[in-house]
Every structure is written in structure tokens, then in C-alpha cells.
């Protein structure tokens, strides 16, 4: 099955995105913020956290789950650890104010961590980590979410799909930058070959009476499986401990509970970590990281982390848009 697209310029989606939002409740600083998010998301060819979470972030709005005009509030518990409110606001907006103490606490201290609390978090993770890289700092952040991954050898939900992104600095070049769910597959990526009648890898997930299937529908209305069998589930599980109590959050069948099932972005925590290799190492460990990364693109068929996101980045013309999720956004401006 092949979906129509529509051709839209950056500019267009990032207008798109922030009318819909403005026009349901956001005011202009998250609504800006988020629009920001979901464009670059587009540039760089992760359509699944796009506008294709558009109509989530609008359902959070319409049913008062999330305060469209909520403002962080940052707290420095210690000088190296920081804590931020979102204000049970959207996610964007609290790396805007968080993100840069981090990062001159680790500059200051050689690492720095950020606890992020009563957030909604509906994106990739990459644009948290590469801002901590392109100062000069290794990245790393998770989020957990709401149960649709089976831990391995079951066949209920448990964890949230529970991504994890990692950065490293390249002076002069862009870092190193890896961002992944911890199931087989993204949530998003398996609503997206549901809607456009897809198939799946099998091994991906189980239909809802516990079979493994292809069928990516059967597998949205099933569960996930961890990727890697036994070594992705404790993964999700080190996760769901990082961004719940460590932060002093939820584990995911308790952002669940307490969710409203809207469709829209469940509130949550994050935990951001900032460190300098410089100052954890003693020296400058640049040419050393560029001579292990010669060796590594040298071994035929390799490529690093996050280049073809880069590469996408250099093309600033037009993207094709599902016609069907515009026509449904627009409606939502209406």
C-alpha cells in the first residue's frame, strides 16, 4: 500500500505544527517549542516524531492533560545536580530552560545531571543530547513511558518502548549520535507501517493473543519485544529505573494508572546527564577519538551513528507529508 503525500517546505510544516497548537491551547513559547521539535524531526527524516504526533500533542490540549502555557521551573539541589518542574507542561519547553544549566554545570564540574518531573515527552531524544555535544560534552539521556514491551520470555506489557540516546563531541564536526528505543521497534515506527499497511521483521511483537506476527496492526494492538531477547529487556528495565524513581517519577505502568487515555503524551520523567571528557579524562581526547573513528569507517559497510540524520539535515528543500495527517492537522486550525 503505497499513502499520498503532500510536498511541504520546512517552513510549512513548522507553521503547521505551531497554528494547530496555538489554536488548542498552547500559547507562543511552547508552541514554538514544539513546532521547533517536531521540524526537525521532519528535516532529518524521522517522520514518526514529526507531525505525525501532531494530533497527540493536540488531544493532551483539548482534554487539559497538559498546560499549554505551563513555564519550567529549575531548582539546583546541588551545584551539580539540577531539577526541573516542567509545570505538567511539554517537554520542549523544559529543555529549553534546563538543557543550558546543564550544561554549564558539567562545564564547570565535569558532569552534571538533570532530573526532569511532571513532563510530557512525546519526541526523539537525539535533539537533548547533540545540544550537549555541540558544547562540547557527552550526552546521554532516557524517558520511559507507558507499557506496550513484554520483558523477555513474557508476553505481557511491562516497560514502555524506553528509548536511550548517547552523544560524544567531535570539535569541528558533527558528534556522534546515537537515539533508540529499547524495543525491536519504535512505537511510532509501528503505527506508521500499520497505517501505510506495512509489514514488520518477525521477532518484532506479538499479536494480542500472544503470537508472533508480522502484521504491524496486530502487533499495535499486541505488544512490543525488547530488541536483543534477555540483553534489550534489561536495558528497558535499567530505564524504567533511570527516568521513574531516579528522578522521582513514574515506572510505566504507573504513568499508565494515572494517565487519562487520551492518545496524547503521558506525563513523566527524563534523566540528562552532561559529562566532559576533557575534564573527567585530564586531557584532550579528540585525536585519539578521531583516530578509533578512522579505523572504525574503514571497515567496509560501517557507518556511524546519527551521519544519515546529518546528511538528511544538508537537504533544506521539501518533505513528503502522509496527505491524510496534513488534511487531519489543518483541521485541527480550522
Not at 503525500?5 to 511552547?30: P, Q, V, W
Request: aromatic letters at 6%; charged letters at 20%.
Amino acid at each position: 500500500m503505497t499513502s499520498k503525500t503532500t510536498d511541504l517546505s520546512l517552513d510549512e510544516i513548522f507553521n503547521l505544527a505551531k497554528s494547530a497548537l496555538i489554536n488548542n491551547g498552547a500559547n507562543e513559547e511552547n508552541a514554538d517549542a514544539v513546532a521547533s521539535t517536531v521540524t526537525n524531526a521532519e528535516r532529518d527524516g524521522s517522520v514518526s516524531h514529526g507531525l505525525f504526533r501532531i494530533p497527540g500533542y493536540i488531544k493532551a490540549l483539548q482534554s487539559n492533560k497538559v498546560d499549554g502555557s505551563a513555564v519550567p521551573e529549575i531548582e539546583e539541589i546541588t551545584p551539580v545536580i539540577l531539577r526541573c518542574d516542567a509545570q505538567n507542561g511539554f517537554a520542549p519547553l523544559a529543555h529549553k530552560y534546563g538543557i543550558e544549566k546543564l550544561i554549564n554545570a558539567a562545564n564547570a564540574f565535569g558532569i552534571a545531571g538533570l532530573s526532569i518531573q511532571r513532563c510530557h515527552h512525546f519526541a526523539a531524544l537525539w535533539p537533548e543530547v547533540e545540544a550537549i555535544s555541540d558544547q562540547g560534552l557527552v550526552g546521554l539521556t532516557s524517558v520511559s513511558y507507558m507499557p506496550g514491551v513484554a520483558p523477555s520470555g513474557g508476553t505481557t506489557a511491562l516497560f514502555g518502548t524506553n528509548p536511550i540516546a548517547f552523544s560524544w563531541p567531535r570539535p569541528g564536526k558533527n558528534p556522534i549520535v546515537f537515539d533508540m528505543a529499547t524495543a525491536s521497534m519504535a512505537k511510532g515506527e509501528i503505527q506508521i507501517a500499520a497505517r501505510d499497511g506495512h509489514s514488520v521483521p518477525l521477532g518484532t511483537g506479538l499479536s494480542p493473543s500472544g503470537e508472533l506476527t508480522t502484521d504491524a496492526s496486530e502487533i499495535d494492538k499486541g505488544v512490543l519485544l525488547p530488541f536483543g531477547g534477555h540483553k534489550g529487556s534489561v536495558i528497558a528495565l535499567m530505564i524504567e529505573l533511570l527516568s521513574g524513581p531516579l528522578v522521582g517519577e513514574t515506572f510505566s505502568y504507573e504513568t499508565k494508572e494515572r494517565d487519562n487515555g487520551d492518545g496524547g503524551p503521558a506525563q513523566g520523567g527524563q534523566f540528562i546527564l552532561a559529562m566532559s571528557p576533557e575534564i573527567i579524562s585530564g586531557k584532550d581526547t579528540s585525536a585519539q577519538t578521531e583516530d578509533f573513528l578512522k579505523k572504525y569507517n574503514e571497515i567496509e559497510g560501517t557507518r556511524l551513528p546519527g551521519e544519515r540524520r546529518h546528511e538528511n539535515r544538508k537537504d533544506l528543500g521539501k518533505r513528503q507529508v502522509n496527505s491524510a495527517l496534513v488534511n487531519t492537522i489543518k483541521e485541527l486550525i480550522i
